[in-house]
């Protein structure tokens, strides 16, 4: 089963500047101290991971060896050209060696990234939504390196304001999963003609060869960030700007399903649909919402069995 693990603790790891020469500390960087944070009677934080072997996570995903894969961003912010232009994002690996429960080994799997924005391990190989284009990332030969890349669909637009693909995401029917925001998508067949394009934001899925590329809903909605499954099969994600006056809320992505905003009338138009928009389960304010997972461990008890577990930037909240 793919364990993921996303802003909850990779927060008490964002602080310096990136190395990608060395996993020491600086002489100048000063020690790592965690934040204080608050969390309810019977619980306790630790950290797993901190500077120098993680400093600008956005979001993870463990494999069968325990090994967590990072998609990192150097800590800048730049628009589309520079992104293209440097490449200076990357897939960060963490290891623990000794099996005490915290990591202490930190390697690049993947360079050279615009920005990566999600990373699932499935089948042997990393899915990751760095646009413009969904990849699939393989070590062949297991020195923790990726040594073979592969662009499953493209392309997606995007400005560098990170309003554009997340993922990937595994679908209990196997499918790959992945979220884009209103920045647009073209797609050409072998032939260079375009098959499918438009402006509106989407949850796109396909098969793990990246052929059967479908549409299960979208709308008009800046930033849709991350999707999970409930027992019963049913997604529900997380999305920023649905609505304005903004609101960053937890959604119910319907198979077919129009969505706001509702002063997106160009972007609703690209969509079949009968009455009105369909609203958010839970409108959180603006928080920036960075994270969401369902609980599928045993640790705390069947009383937070299937529980969403949904991070707040803005809040500083879980």
Same mark, same amino acid.
């Given at each position: 089963m793919n364990r993921r693990i996303d802003f909850v603790w990779l927060c008490v790891a964002v602080t310096g500047a990136v190395n990608f020469a060395t996993n020491f500390a600086r002489a100048d960087e000063p020690t790592f101290v965690a934040p204080s944070i608050q969390v309810p009677p019977g619980f306790t934080v630790e950290v797993a991971a901190a500077p120098p072997l993680v400093r600008h996570p956005l979001m993870a995903n463990f494999d069968e060896r325990g090994r967590l894969f990072i998609a990192e961003s150097a800590g800048e912010n730049l628009r589309r050209e520079e992104l293209e232009a440097r490449l200076p994002n990357f897939i960060r690996m963490l290891e623990d060696t000794d099996g005490d429960g915290r990591f202490d080994r930190s390697t690049i799997f993947a360079d050279q990234m615009t920005l990566p924005q999600g990373a699932l391990w499935h089948d042997g190989a990393l899915y990751v939504a760095a646009p413009p284009c969904i990849w699939r990332l393989e070590d062949t030969d297991d020195d923790g390196v990726a040594d073979r890349r592969e662009k499953l669909v493209d392309?997606?637009?995007? !400005?560098?304001?990170?309003?554009?693909?997340?993922?990937?995401?595994?679908?209990?029917?196997? $499918?790959?999963?992945?979220?884009d925001g209103r920045h647009g998508h073209e797609f050409r067949n072998e032939r260079g003609e375009i098959v499918s394009q438009g402006k509106a934001a989407r949850i796109f899925s396909c098969r793990p060869d990246g052929?059967?590329?479908?549409?299960?809903?979208?709308?008009?909605?800046?930033?849709?960030?991350?999707?999970d499954f409930l027992s019963t099969g049913e997604m529900l994600g997380t999305v920023n700007l649905f609505? $304005?006056? $903004?609101?960053?809320?937890?959604?119910?992505?319907a198979r077919g399903g129009v969505y706001p905003r509702y002063d997106q009338p160009q972007c609703i138009a690209e969509f079949p649909? !009968?009455?009105?928009?369909?609203?958010?389960?839970h409108d959180y304010g603006h928080v920036a919402v960075s994270g969401m997972m369902r609980y599928r461990g045993e640790a705390w008890g069947d009383g937070f069995r299937d529980n969403l577990f949904v991070t707040h930037f803005n809040t500083h909240q879980v």
């Open positions: 392309q997606f637009g995007y !400005t560098g304001n990170a309003a554009s693909v997340h993922g990937c995401f595994l679908g209990p029917e196997g $499918r790959i999963y992945w979220c052929s059967d590329i479908q549409v299960h809903c979208g709308g008009g909605m800046d930033n849709p960030v991350e999707i609505y $304005r006056k $903004r609101g960053d809320c937890l959604v119910n992505w649909s !009968t009455g009105d928009l369909l609203g958010p389960v």
